[in-house]
């Protein structure tokens, strides 16, 4: 497991993060995601930090509270050294029923903050990300409400989740213009088969030097292949939860060249999905989140996987984005004062 810079920050994190969304679901939407109790979240997290994962990741609305609180848990019951893991979690969504009770206005962040650092048994966060962009609050209320938990000593780190390029760059330039504390990291979906971030945000965070955490990276499930030609395995998780939403007439053809790439290596076809990510240049962390060890050390093997540059090419082939403008101008031949 190596580990990599997040972002343009000193901080050090491992290239694939644990992802604790399936701890303390019961029913309805985080009953489809996960029911992990706290035996299963102890045996998860300890063959998550043997494998040398470091970086964790939750939100305050998983389970309504129940993640954050089963994680911090976990690394209680383990014995962790506070200063061995980095813990990130994120807020915006309703925690309950009134306008105020979700969003990214100054009163629900600093509350909220409050609520899971009780929740996870912690002094501070490691990393606090908005997790949705909010329209009905001022950005500048937002970031500056960020900065006063930083300053506290409350959130070491900043992130966002799910921001579109102009919010991001906006984000940016507040906190530039009003000292603020700064943006580290950007929480998105990407993978072979759902490459958007590519046309515009990607080339922002290269820019701007700021981190990608990669959220299901296996596209629910869909990059093991299990759901080819049509299928829907019971009990599969894209069964159970069309989520992410997936192009499947682009996406066949992807499998048949990820099934081959894997085979070539002797690997899986999430292995080699992972891999792919990981060789991004933009990517600091990927995440990964499992229901059984078995599942979460074979996510963990991507690591050792070594794409060559026909894999690369051939993978890329296969998932690229179609062209749109200004994409197909700025990449003619001669557009020089077009």
Same mark, same amino acid.
């Given at each position: ?9 000193g901080?050090f ?8 969304m ?6 309805g ?19 998550a ?12 609305i ?7 609180e ?15 893991v ?28 409050r ?37 506290a ?9 799910n921001?579109a390029?102009?919010? %991001?760059?906006? =984000? ?5 213009? /009003?000292?603020?504390?700064?943006? &580290?990291?950007? #929480? ?5 088969v ?7 945000i ?7 030097q ?13 990059l ?6 049509g299928?829907?395995?019971e ?5 159970e ?16 060249v990820l099934k ?10 999430a292995?080699?999905?992972?891999a ?10 990927? %995440?990964?989140? =499992? ?5 979460? /050390?074979?996510?963990?093997?991507? &690591?050792?996987? #070594? ?9 890329d082939?296969?998932s690229h984005?179609?062209?749109e ?7 003619a031949?001669s557009?020089?004062?077009?």
């Amino acid at each position: 497991m190596r580990l990599r810079k997040l972002g343009s920050s000193g901080l050090f994190v491992s290239e694939l993060c644990f992802g604790a969304m399936t701890f303390g679901g019961s029913d309805g939407l985080w009953g489809q995601v996960g029911k992990l109790g706290q035996d299963d979240a102890d045996t998860l997290i300890g063959a998550a930090l043997d494998a040398g994962v470091n970086l964790f990741d939750t939100a305050n609305i998983y389970a309504h509270g129940r993640s954050e609180e089963i994680l911090g848990r976990s690394l209680k019951n383990l014995g962790v050294a506070r200063d061995d893991v980095v813990v990130a979690t994120k807020v915006a969504s309703s925690m309950g029923d009134g306008p105020n009770r979700g969003g990214a206005s100054r009163l629900h962040i600093l509350s909220e903050c409050r609520a899971s650092l009780r929740r996870l048994g912690l002094d501070h966060i490691d990393l606090y990300q908005i997790h949705a962009f909010d329209p009905a609050t001022p950005m500048e209320e937002t970031l500056e409400a960020l900065d006063t938990l930083v300053r506290a000593g409350d959130v070491r780190y900043i992130g966002l989740s799910n921001w579109a390029a102009w919010q %991001i760059m906006k =984000a940016i330039g507040i906190t530039r213009a /009003r000292n603020l504390a700064p943006i &580290t990291s950007l #929480q998105a979906y990407y993978t072979l088969v759902g490459r958007d971030v590519e046309r515009e945000i990607v080339p922002l965070l290269a820019s701007e030097q700021v981190g990608l955490m990669v959220w299901s990276p296996l596209a629910g499930g869909y990059l093991t292949g299990k759901y080819a030609d049509g299928g829907h395995p019971e009990g599969a998780r894209q069964t159970e939860l069309d989520f992410p939403p997936i192009d499947r007439v682009r996406g066949e053809p992807l499998i048949r060249v990820l099934k081959d790439v894997a085979c070539k290596h002797d690997r899986s076809s999430a292995q080699v999905a992972i891999a792919w990510l990981l060789k991004q240049p933009v990517v600091s962390t990927v %995440i990964i989140g =499992a229901k059984r060890v078995e599942q979460l /050390r074979e996510n963990v093997q991507a &690591t050792e996987v #070594q794409l060559d540059p026909d894999d690369m090419a051939r993978l890329d082939s296969a998932s690229h984005l179609p062209i749109e403008y200004p994409g197909w101008l700025l990449n003619a031949p001669s557009n020089r004062g077009s």
